[in-house]
C-alpha cells in the first residue's frame, strides 16, 4: 500500500482532498482510502487540495484498409491450384492507388486512395458525381 504524505501548508483554509475514484473518508484516522488502488493519503489541516487522475491515452491510428472508397471494391479469395491439384488460398488486392484529383468545386487538389477503376469512372462522370454517389464529402479532406 502507497503512503503519500504532504506537509507543506500552502492554502491554510482548504482541507479537503479531491480524487476521481470511489472514495472513503474516515475523518477520526486523518486518512482517505481508494476503493480501486489502495491509495492511502494521509494529509494535514493546512494542506492544498490534491487531484489525483489515472487517464491512460493510447495512441490512435487509423487503419488504411484495401477498400476503394468511391466504387467498394475489396480484396477476394482465390484458389492456387497445384499440378497435384492442392489448393492453396491467395488474396487478390485491389489496385489502389494515391492520386491528387483537381476538383472543381473547391477549386483545388484532393489527394485520394482510390482504385484505378474509380479513376477511370471520376474522369468519365467527373468527381462531384462520384463523390455524391458514393456519400463521401470532399470539403473535409
Known amino acids: 500500500m502507497a503512503l503519500i504524505t504532504a506537509s507543506s501548508c500552502l492554502k491554510p483554509q482548504s482541507s479537503s482532498i479531491s480524487l476521481k475514484t470511489n472514495l472513503k473518508t474516515n475523518s477520526e484516522l486523518g486518512f482517505v482510502t481508494s ?4 491509495l492511502k493519503i ?55 492507388q494515391y492520386k491528387r484529383v483537381w476538383w472543381e468545386a473547391g477549386k483545388r487538389y484532393v489527394k485520394l ?20 454517389k458514393a456519400g463521401i464529402d470532399l470539403s473535409k479532406k
Do not use: M, W
Open 42 to 96: 494521509s494529509y494535514d489541516q493546512c494542506v492544498a487540495p490534491i487531484n489525483i487522475s489515472t487517464t491512460i491515452n493510447l495512441p490512435v491510428q487509423p487503419v488504411a484498409r484495401r477498400i476503394c472508397p468511391f466504387t467498394g471494391k475489396k480484396s477476394n479469395t482465390k484458389n492456387l491450384v497445384s499440378h497435384s491439384n492442392h489448393k492453396t488460398k491467395k488474396l487478390q488486392f485491389v489496385n489502389l
Open 113 to 132: 486512395r482510390l482504385s484505378t477503376k474509380a479513376l477511370k469512372t471520376i474522369e468519365k462522370n467527373g468527381l462531384d458525381a462520384v463523390a455524391k
Open 35 to 38: 476503493q480501486l488502488s489502495g
